[in-house]
């Protein structure tokens, strides 16, 4: 198998049993592709079908998909640049349901802020980098929404 991936160019990966962070990114992207409702229970017929199948899952999870790590917007709203005009109202519509019903809420809301850097499962070192980035002026946002 090592053989064929070199042959081919393929980098293999020495992943470790039971560590997470070996390969975050890629195997976040599998369990969420393998735990899809339109995830394939048989085989694809051709490769055409296996190629046609991927691009409405990338299309999917680039579009559609909300992702938790980057406050519930899609990769697409991020990349261009409309998530922090959507995290600054989905904040004011937020706090106006707090204060029309504050039981609700045992303290404040969601922080909506929007996300500068991502990182999964990062180093102890990196918590407190990555807490700064994400930390911007959410104020400045608000204003342009009022």
Known sequence: MLATLEKLGIATSYSRPSVSNDNPYSESLFKTLKYHRI??????????DAGKWVSQFVRWYNIEHRHSAIQFVTPHQK??????????NRKKVYEAARLKNPCRWSDKTRDWRPVQLVCLNPD?????????????NLEEIMRQVA
Do not use: C, V, W
Request: net charge neutral; proline share 6%; charged share 35%.
């Open 124 to 136: 102890k070192k990196f918590r407190e980098q990555f807490q700064r980035a994400n930390s911007d």
């Open 79 to 88: 990349h261009s640049a409309k998530d922090s005009l959507i995290l600054a």
């Open 39 to 48: 995830y394939p229970e048989k085989p694809f017929e051709t490769l055409d």
